[in-house]
């Protein structure tokens, strides 16, 4: 079962992606991030890739597409908080964003 981030946890987590441009949600206990790309079909192309990962690890993000934006918000409902698989597929996308 998936649990919601220790304190401990957070601190050596999630210093990393903020540090690669993740940042907290004011409003909730999740991650966020926006990645803009060259045109539709790149920004599509991403998440395409990502939809990959997330289906395999049954995770799925909320995100907003238009044109070369793609704007993610990672949390897991089940938690009602941020839980490893959000730092998981954030890092996922990340490395996802390099192979461009």
């Known amino acids: 079962m998936t649990e919601r981030l220790s304190d401990t946890a957070r601190k050596t987590t999630l210093q990393p ?3 690669s441009g993740w940042e907290l ?4 206990d999740a991650i966020k991030k926006t990645f803009k790309f060259s045109d539709f079909v ?3 192309g991403f998440m395409t890739r990502a939809a990959i990962w997330a289906e395999k690890w049954n995770h799925h993000p909320e995100w907003f597409n238009v044109y070369n934006r793609v704007e993610v918000l990672l949390t897991t409902h089940d938690v009602k908080g941020l839980s490893a698989l959000d730092v998981k597929l954030a890092r996922k996308m990340d490395t996802l964003l390099g192979e461009l």
């Open 42 to 44: 790149e920004a599509f």
């Open 25 to 28: 949600d004011d409003t909730r």
């Open 17 to 19: 992606l903020l540090e």
